[in-house]
């Protein structure tokens, strides 16, 4: 069995929230570059399948997950040690996996990222070092939906950089004429609270996905029908580690045949075969399975969270 640890990132919030009266100082991104007054292009690395950019906070600079999965801004307990400035909640955090129990949290005065500005946001305070451990990184936090939602977000795993430009409050972005690139697709997805949910197929038979940019591995319910299963090859074993930090094995492989509409079709995607039991119960819903990383490295992806849309661009065509 690899000792190799994937992670899957998705937090959902329950229960009533208890506001703290101290506000943080601005989170600022050194390495951003304003394209104009509404937009912002923040390069990210890839530190194995997570998309990472490097950010400022509180006098520490460090490293950020972009996670589409989670539902705020976590901030590392770790590396914000000053517990009296933070209110403990009332409400639990789950991953696919299990539980983090007693979560802090704390409202964020002001999240910047180079001039743009987003005031009156929440953050959670949750033991992350077990992903600093295992992915020998500085870890600050984790860049959820409160702070994505209010933007058109261009992940682009070919430039490795995403760029987040304000919307107003129908979707439209402020500035129209964001990208040189064109789109050449487009699907509508549905948002269950923070959590976005495809419809798909493998060959004919229809499921529903998530999309998690913070899952390493695409996800497949293990329970699913056998003509979806007959296009899963297995070829090995791996350790699966949430966001509480437990740990199971799970049979890791390929999934054939995957499209979400009759144009957007997917190569083999490295996937994992688990019990999505836990993060049905915890997001309300009932997904077949997770596309993450292997959906962005196909596709150059642009999420409209207020339109409910999904829209696409094409990697450049590589001439020999």
């Not at 991953?95 to 999240?111: A, C, H, N, S």
């Not at 497949?220 to 094995?249: H, V």
């Not at 094409?314 to 020999?320: H, T, V």
């Amino acid at each position: 069995m690899w000792k190799y640890f994937v992670f899957i990132l998705s937090f959902s919030i329950s229960c009533n929230y208890v506001w703290s009266t101290n506000p943080l100082d601005p989170i600022v991104f050194p390495k951003s570059e304003t394209v104009n007054n509404f937009t912002t292009r923040i390069p990210f690395k890839l530190i194995d399948h997570l998309m990472v950019v490097e950010a400022e906070l509180l006098g520490q600079k460090g490293n950020f997950i972009i996670d589409t999965g989670s539902e705020t801004l976590i901030l590392n307990k770790v590396h914000f040690k000053t517990f009296d400035l933070y209110y403990k909640k009332t409400k639990k955090t789950s991953g696919v996996l299990d539980f983090t129990d007693d979560p802090l949290e704390r409202q964020l005065k002001e999240f910047v990222i180079n001039n743009l500005v987003l005031t009156n946001k929440t953050s959670d305070v949750i033991d992350l070092s077990h992903i600093e451990i295992s992915k020998k990184m500085n870890l600050l936090g984790i860049i959820g939906f409160n702070i994505l939602k209010d933007y058109e977000i261009f992940i682009d795993l070919h430039l490795n950089q995403i760029t987040l430009s304000k919307i107003d409050e129908k979707g439209n972005k402020l500035d129209p004429n964001v990208y040189l690139e064109t789109i050449v697709d487009s699907v509508k997805f549905e948002l269950k609270k923070h959590t976005i949910i495809l419809d798909a197929f493998v060959d004919d038979q229809k499921l529903k996905l998530g999309l998690d940019s913070a899952a390493e591995y695409n996800q497949l319910n293990k329970n699913s029908s056998r003509k979806i299963l007959k296009y899963y090859f297995p070829s090995k074993r791996m350790l699966l580690t949430d966001a509480s930090g437990k740990e199971i094995e799970v049979l890791a492989g390929k999934l054939h045949r995957v499209k979400i509409n009759e144009n957007l079709y997917f190569g083999p995607m490295e996937t994992i075969l688990t019990n999505l039991n836990n993060m049905n119960e915890a997001f309300g819903t009932s997904l077949d399975g997770v596309l993450g990383y292997e959906f962005f490295r196909q596709k150059r992806t642009i999420i409209n969270y207020k339109k409910e849309m999904l829209y696409f661009v094409n990697y450049p065509l590589i001439r020999q």
